[in-house]
């Protein structure tokens, strides 16, 4: 919806152990949830993305989850490894309009050796 | 090189001229994106086309700002008179309509003096 709220705003986990960032959004209409991964110096990256008619989705170390009734969303990493490290974000379509992607405002995660 | 690209990387410029971004989407996608991205903080919508069609604009968009996309193909973001609350990356992200990923390019830093 037009407020996506995401936390925590840093995240720091030992390399091999998993992350996860949560998010909330407002508008129940919203059918569509993205993640994207942001490096030093680059454009936001996509990742992982949902639809509201599942409920999670994997790709390989990745993994989304929705729950529509509480509005909310989360990204799981397992297996960290030290390219995970960078800005991640949420993001859902706009109430006002569905081409409208409103983000959450990022969480900076820090890989530990 | 099929991805987004954005032209200049950077841009420092003096306040109260005028700077003007440039965007390459890629060649099939039908819908571009602007956002404006500063330290600490996700990307925020400025606008967006589809084809040459500009189908929306931000409330938070001042006057001086100004967008185009001739024929469709690439698009240029004009800011006139820049301030220095201008300062930040400005981001480009093209999708085409039959979902709404978005691909974005590297991004523009502005610096304004």
């Known amino acids: 919806g037009e407020n996506v709220e995401q936390h925590p705003s840093t995240l720091s986990v030992q390399e091999g152990d998993s992350a996860v960032i949560k998010c909330t959004y407002s508008d129940s209409a919203s059918n569509y949830f993205p993640w994207y991964k942001q490096e030093l110096g680059k454009g936001p990256q996509l990742i992982i993305d949902?639809?509201?008619?599942?409920g999670e989705k994997k790709d390989q170390r990745i993994a989304v989850t929705l729950n529509k009734t509480a509005k909310h969303f989360s990204l799981h990493i397992t297996e960290t490894q030290p390219e995970d490290s960078a800005v991640y974000f949420c993001?859902?379509?706009?109430?006002?309009?569905?081409?409208?992607?409103?983000f959450g405002s990022g969480t900076r995660l820090s890989i530990r050796p | 090189d099929t991805g987004v690209s954005q032209d200049p990387r950077h841009k420092i410029t003096k306040r109260g001229q005028n700077v003007t971004f440039r965007c390459d989407p890629i060649?099939?996608?039908?819908?571009l994106y602007w956002y404006r991205q500063t330290l600490g903080q996700g990307p925020e919508f400025l606008t967006y086309f589809q084809n040459e069609a500009q189908l929306e604009k931000s409330r938070l968009l001042s006057d001086r700002f100004s967008a185009e996309r001739p024929k469709g193909s690439f698009s240029t973001l004009e800011i006139q008179r820049t301030e220095q609350g201008d300062s930040a990356m400005y981001l480009c992200?093209?999708?085409?309509?039959?979902?709404?990923?978005?691909?974005f390019g590297s991004g523009t830093q502005l610096s304004v003096l």
């Open positions: 993001a859902a379509p706009s109430y006002s309009s569905a081409s409208k992607i409103i």
């Open positions: 060649s099939e996608h039908n819908r």
């Open positions: 992200a093209s999708s085409s309509t039959a979902n709404e990923k978005l691909f």
């Open positions: 949902i639809r509201s008619n599942v």
